[in-house]
């Protein structure tokens, strides 16, 4: 314990460390899955922008990278990382690999949760003499928010966890202070401490998502 | 023969084709073009006489098929609509009735461009609507409002904002939109609850607001598909109402689909019958439902009215019934029961009504009655056999339509 008080700092730098990762993340990924949700949705046969090429190529995409576990994920696109960023490792390297990350797995649950809006729906805004793409934003995206925001829900728990392996590369963040400062040094209490604050960072988004998608919801 | 059967009014002898005159017996001032029309619809009324011919119908269908391609490498193509012409006039009510998969929908989707026809052409207004462009057809959808068997509102839009959704994608700007809103909203009742939520509505109201977003941007024309489908009779009656005051006070024309025949009784103009994706008939309301003149028009016809005995009943009636049955059309003339008895006594036949029905449709009697005949030495001698057949012929000559039902089969 007094070992944990002499690295309060470094206990709350890994905190932040942690948030600046997940948020970004969560900000790029959310928005860059949230459009290949959209297209993958929108050029599905008989959709809106109906496009079997398009469609297919995007499904693949998507299927192959999505079920990649993040650690190897990680280590497979160094090359891109380098690229990107000029180093592959650090926090931003690893902010980088989990935007893309979470920008897969936005993009099937986005795609999901515009499936279940009724058809019909999208035929009364169809018949109002509206633009696909218009009706993309101003229709299915209002009438699936409730599905999203749990989904997007769902992403966060994830990314915090990703983002808690990426310790191992060297990534600032909880995961690396458990692994520096608990783990290595044989420090069960830091250990635990850094679990506890991840489950109450993990409670937190949890509650804020499930309020949000129950107002979206009017429940 | 399966095609359709066009009426020819003996008083107009220009007519030709399919094109149909709007001709509606008992209806003509009840829908007072322009005299009658409020301020909302001024704008389209006025859009709809420019670059369309006043003479032309408002919808015209000329030899429309769609068919659909084959689901699965298995299937076949789907032909949903097969030759299918008609026009529907400026002003009126046109019914479309027909069984479930007869093509109703893939009709009134095609009226707004929603689907493109295999072959044939649609006109809107004198607009031919495969020949436009995907935006000048999303033009041509901002004239026509559309209502839903399932309502189809926005859930997450407010009773306000699922009215003021059309006149958003119309760009009209936002004073104007909340005074076209509330406009709506009172013509439909619903002013009071502008701020509600949809599933906070009853069934009735969720249409009500589905027809004052479907005017909202003062649309020449509405179509209803199974509008009231989802509705028990009470507010099937109010939803209908607030078409008829829609038709009358506002000058749409409405074409309603649907495969309640009560529904097109209360309401429609002129009719046509679809069954299998064509047009059996068509004409006036009273015409096609007083006299069906195909034999699957009057199968559907038939079953709207319940006044011709099913197989099932007409074998039970025979169990207690040995007489010749023949089935006799009501006809809209006078004393027309007093000739139907004098004609049987005069031939000796003794005539029992043994089922039947007599409704009235645009103020005029229709409905059939069935009877038993039976000649002066019983039913099976050839003495009856030949006076029930003299009688038979006697009624036909007159003009009386007398269908004998065919005896029980095995
Ligand atoms: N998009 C489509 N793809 C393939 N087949 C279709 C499609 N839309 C309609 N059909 C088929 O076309 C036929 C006519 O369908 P339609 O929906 O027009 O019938 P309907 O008269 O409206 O029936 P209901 O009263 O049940 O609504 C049906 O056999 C239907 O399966
Ligand atoms: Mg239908």
């Given at each position: 314990m007094q070992e944990f008080l002499s690295n309060l700092s470094v206990y709350r730098d890994a905190i932040g460390q942690t948030f600046y990762i997940v948020l970004i993340s969560m900000a790029a990924g959310g928005v860059l899955g949230l459009v290949i949700g959209l297209a993958l949705y929108a050029t599905r046969?008989?959709?809106?922008?109906?496009s079997r090429p398009v469609f297919i190529a995007l499904n693949v995409l998507v299927n192959i990278v999505r079920p990649i576990p993040f650690v190897i994920f990680l280590t497979a696109i160094q090359p891109l990382i380098l690229a990107a960023i000029?180093?592959?490792?650090?926090t931003n390297a690893v902010t980088f690999a989990l935007s893309i990350a979470a920008a897969f797995a936005v993009s099937r649950i986005v795609e999901q949760s515009l499936l279940t809006v009724d058809p019909g729906v999208i035929e009364a805004a169809r018949a109002a003499g509206a633009r696909p793409t218009s009706i993309l934003v101003t229709v299915l995206i209002p009438e699936a928010l409730g599905p999203v925001i749990l989904g997007y829900t769902f992403i966060f728990v994830a990314v915090v966890d990703m983002s808690a392996q990426a310790g191992l590369f060297g990534g600032g963040g909880l995961g690396n202070f458990a692994i520096t400062y608990g783990s290595q040094r044989y420090d069960w209490p830091i250990v635990y401490i850094t679990v506890a604050t991840i489950i109450v960072i993990v409670q937190a988004g949890q509650f804020i998502g499930n309020w949000l998608a129950r107002r979206a919801l009017r429940r | 023969m399966s095609g359709s059967t066009q009426r020819e009014p003996?008083?107009?002898?220009?007519r030709s084709g399919n094109?149909?005159?709007?001709?509606?017996p008992g209806t003509s001032?009840?829908?007072?073009?322009?005299?009658?029309?409020?301020?909302?619809?001024s704008v389209s009324a006025s859009e709809a006489g420019?670059?369309?011919?006043?003479?032309?119908?408002h919808v015209r269908l000329e030899h429309v098929t769609k068919t659909f391609p084959?689901?699965?490498?298995?299937g076949r193509p789907l032909t949903?609509?097969?030759?299918v012409s008609l026009e529907v006039s400026h002003g009126e009510v046109f019914g479309v009735v027909g069984h479930s998969g007869a093509g109703k929908s893939t009709l009134v989707r095609l009226i707004n461009g929603l689907e493109t026809p295999t072959a044939g052409r649609v006109y809107l207004g004198g607009r031919e609507?495969?020949?436009?462009?995907e935006r000048a057809r999303r033009e041509v959808r901002r004239d026509t409002g559309m209502i839903f068997q399932q309502f189809n509102?926005?859930?997450?839009?407010?009773v306000a904002g699922n009215v003021a959704y059309p006149l958003k994608v119309a760009r009209v700007g936002q004073p104007e939109r909340d005074r076209r809103v509330a406009r709506l909203l009172d013509f439909v009742g619903l002013l009071d609850r502008a701020?509600?939520?949809?599933?906070?509505?009853?069934g009735g109201q969720k249409q009500r607001v589905g027809i004052a977003r479907a005017l909202a941007t003062e649309p020449s024309l509405l179509l209803a598909d199974?509008?009231?489908?989802?509705?028990?009779p009470q507010t099937t009656s109010e939803v209908l109402d607030l078409l008829r005051r829609a038709n009358r006070n506002l000058g749409v024309t409405i074409v309603i689909i649907t495969h309640e025949l009560d529904v097109i009784q209360s309401i429609a103009d002129r009719v046509a019958v679809l069954d299998g994706g064509r047009v059996v008939e068509s004409g006036s309301l009273y015409d096609v439902f007083a006299q069906p003149r195909t034999e699957a028009a009057a199968r559907i016809i038939g079953m709207a009215l319940r006044d011709r005995p099913s197989a099932a009943t007409l074998a039970r009636l025979r169990l207690t019934h040995p007489g010749r049955i023949v089935t006799v059309r009501v006809r809209d003339r006078a004393a027309f029961q007093t000739a139907l008895a004098s004609t049987f006594l005069s031939h000796g036949v003794a005539a029992e009504i043994i089922f039947g029905g007599i409704g009235e449709l645009q103020d005029r009697p229709v409905g059939s009655l069935t009877f038993e005949l039976t000649g002066p030495d019983g039913a099976g001698g050839p003495d009856g056999a030949g006076a029930v057949d003299a009688a038979i012929t006697a009624l036909r000559a007159d003009g009386v339509d007398v269908t004998e039902e065919p005896a029980e089969e095995g």
């Amino acid at each position: 314990m007094q070992e944990f008080l002499s690295n309060l700092s470094v206990y709350r730098d890994a905190i932040g460390q942690t948030f600046y990762i997940v948020l970004i993340s969560m900000a790029a990924g959310g928005v860059l899955g949230l459009v290949i949700g959209l297209a993958l949705y929108a050029t599905r046969p008989g959709s809106l922008l109906a496009s079997r090429p398009v469609f297919i190529a995007l499904n693949v995409l998507v299927n192959i990278v999505r079920p990649i576990p993040f650690v190897i994920f990680l280590t497979a696109i160094q090359p891109l990382i380098l690229a990107a960023i000029g180093t592959t490792i650090g926090t931003n390297a690893v902010t980088f690999a989990l935007s893309i990350a979470a920008a897969f797995a936005v993009s099937r649950i986005v795609e999901q949760s515009l499936l279940t809006v009724d058809p019909g729906v999208i035929e009364a805004a169809r018949a109002a003499g509206a633009r696909p793409t218009s009706i993309l934003v101003t229709v299915l995206i209002p009438e699936a928010l409730g599905p999203v925001i749990l989904g997007y829900t769902f992403i966060f728990v994830a990314v915090v966890d990703m983002s808690a392996q990426a310790g191992l590369f060297g990534g600032g963040g909880l995961g690396n202070f458990a692994i520096t400062y608990g783990s290595q040094r044989y420090d069960w209490p830091i250990v635990y401490i850094t679990v506890a604050t991840i489950i109450v960072i993990v409670q937190a988004g949890q509650f804020i998502g499930n309020w949000l998608a129950r107002r979206a919801l009017r429940r | 023969m399966s095609g359709s059967t066009q009426r020819e009014p003996s008083s107009d002898p220009t007519r030709s084709g399919n094109h149909e005159r709007d001709d509606r017996p008992g209806t003509s001032g009840t829908h007072a073009p322009v005299p009658g029309r409020t301020a909302m619809t001024s704008v389209s009324a006025s859009e709809a006489g420019q670059g369309a011919a006043p003479a032309a119908a408002h919808v015209r269908l000329e030899h429309v098929t769609k068919t659909f391609p084959a689901a699965g490498s298995g299937g076949r193509p789907l032909t949903a609509l097969d030759d299918v012409s008609l026009e529907v006039s400026h002003g009126e009510v046109f019914g479309v009735v027909g069984h479930s998969g007869a093509g109703k929908s893939t009709l009134v989707r095609l009226i707004n461009g929603l689907e493109t026809p295999t072959a044939g052409r649609v006109y809107l207004g004198g607009r031919e609507l495969t020949s436009l462009t995907e935006r000048a057809r999303r033009e041509v959808r901002r004239d026509t409002g559309m209502i839903f068997q399932q309502f189809n509102l926005f859930r997450s839009r407010t009773v306000a904002g699922n009215v003021a959704y059309p006149l958003k994608v119309a760009r009209v700007g936002q004073p104007e939109r909340d005074r076209r809103v509330a406009r709506l909203l009172d013509f439909v009742g619903l002013l009071d609850r502008a701020h509600d939520h949809p599933e906070q509505l009853s069934g009735g109201q969720k249409q009500r607001v589905g027809i004052a977003r479907a005017l909202a941007t003062e649309p020449s024309l509405l179509l209803a598909d199974e509008a009231t489908s989802a509705l028990d009779p009470q507010t099937t009656s109010e939803v209908l109402d607030l078409l008829r005051r829609a038709n009358r006070n506002l000058g749409v024309t409405i074409v309603i689909i649907t495969h309640e025949l009560d529904v097109i009784q209360s309401i429609a103009d002129r009719v046509a019958v679809l069954d299998g994706g064509r047009v059996v008939e068509s004409g006036s309301l009273y015409d096609v439902f007083a006299q069906p003149r195909t034999e699957a028009a009057a199968r559907i016809i038939g079953m709207a009215l319940r006044d011709r005995p099913s197989a099932a009943t007409l074998a039970r009636l025979r169990l207690t019934h040995p007489g010749r049955i023949v089935t006799v059309r009501v006809r809209d003339r006078a004393a027309f029961q007093t000739a139907l008895a004098s004609t049987f006594l005069s031939h000796g036949v003794a005539a029992e009504i043994i089922f039947g029905g007599i409704g009235e449709l645009q103020d005029r009697p229709v409905g059939s009655l069935t009877f038993e005949l039976t000649g002066p030495d019983g039913a099976g001698g050839p003495d009856g056999a030949g006076a029930v057949d003299a009688a038979i012929t006697a009624l036909r000559a007159d003009g009386v339509d007398v269908t004998e039902e065919p005896a029980e089969e095995g």
